[in-house]
């Protein structure tokens, strides 16, 4: 049967083709781009991110809000805006109304990123380090958190990010069912840092074996899991080194009264400032690396084994 994709949503040719023949497709969130790093290297990452996926033999989907209308799938001219843009919105799950309605442009979070690619039937997407529970107001909790529990699709991540309470977000993913797959490690990746002293729910050896846990999973009526894959050795950076930088972004966002959807921009640039260039550094070889590892586990999800097709 023939994908019917809703018409509010454009949908790129290529992209269209791809899920209608059952071939891989890989989606990328774009606040990564739009609100997570700085320009130019944003705009040169979504591009590297694209043909990473490409050259790991699927299609992929960058998503984002434009002039108003969801868009899955985009040209160089459109990553071009959503990386020099003025005025764009961070999307996530309560913003997808007021950004279609009121006509406006922005990147798509990781939330955002899960609503969009369940509808068309991606079950793939990669980012650098999903949302969480926050350490200075533990009642902030990214929304990610939620739509990860509803969306039957998986996220590849180096772990949450390294600003946010670890061990809080792990509770809050094992609360709401969420797989942690640790990917060829049994720790829980620390976003810049390979180590966190934390454990995982799972370990996939192999992309076969991520695709086979996500299937299993989907039959048994869950939603969306995590595969979390440590950055390169060679760009990673000491969980102790990068923690100073952290602690004083941190207390400068309070003293500011950085508040809501602006802490996490705030403190991942100020954490790229403090470092001297070395945390972005390392959140830019993250996002590669999880490009190319959703690829090769898309190629196995499409594929009829083991547990069959979902
Ligand atoms: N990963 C990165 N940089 C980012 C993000 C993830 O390497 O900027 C974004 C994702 O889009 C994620 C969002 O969904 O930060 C979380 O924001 P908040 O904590 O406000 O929910
Ligand atoms: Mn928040």
């Known amino acids: 049967m023939k994908p019917q994709f809703p018409k509010f949503l454009q ?85 997808f109304g007021p950004a279609m309605a009121q006509k406006v442009s922005g990147g798509t979070t990781v939330a955002g990123t899960l609503i969009l690619s369940e509808m068309v039937g991606i079950k793939i997407f990669a980012t650098g380090g999903i949302g969480g529970v926050h350490r200075e107001a533990p009642f902030d909790i990214s929304t990610d958190l939620g739509q990860l529990a509803k969306s039957k699709v998986i996220v590849v991540c180096a772990g949450a990010k390294a600003i946010l309470d670890l061990p809080a977000t792990l509770e809050q993913l094992e609360t709401m069912g969420v797989p942690v797959i640790g990917y060829q490690t049994d720790e829980f990746p620390a976003f810049y840092s390979r180590e966190s002293g934390l454990g995982v729910s ?89 490009a190319k590892t959703a690829a090769e586990i898309a190629q196995q999800l499409y594929k009829p084994i083991g547990l069959g097709v979902v």
């Open 11 to 95: 949908i790129q040719p290529e992209v269209g083709r791809a899920l209608t023949q059952g071939k891989p497709v890989v989606a990328l969130e774009s606040t990564v781009i739009s609100h997570g790093l700085p320009y130019p290297q944003n705009q040169q990452l979504a591009e590297d991110m694209e043909a990473t996926v490409r050259a790991g033999g699927a299609v992929p989907a960058t998503t984002a809000v434009i002039d108003g209308t969801p868009r899955i799938g985009l040209d160089s001219t459109d990553l071009a805006m959503l990386a020099q843009g003025e005025g764009l919105r961070k999307v996530s799950v309560r913003d």
């Open 202 to 290: 799972a370990r996939a050896d192999s992309p076969e074996e991520a695709a086979e846990i996500a299937k299993a999973h989907w039959q048994m009526g869950g939603g969306g899991l995590l595969v979390a894959v440590p950055v390169p050795e060679q760009e990673s950076i000491p969980a102790a080194e990068v923690e100073k930088e952290i602690q004083q972004a941190l207390a400068e966002a309070v003293l500011q009264g950085v508040r809501g959807q602006s802490v996490t921009p705030f403190l991942l640039s100020r954490v790229s400032e403090l470092s001297g260039g070395k945390s972005l550094k390392a959140n830019l070889a993250l996002l590669k690396n999880n």
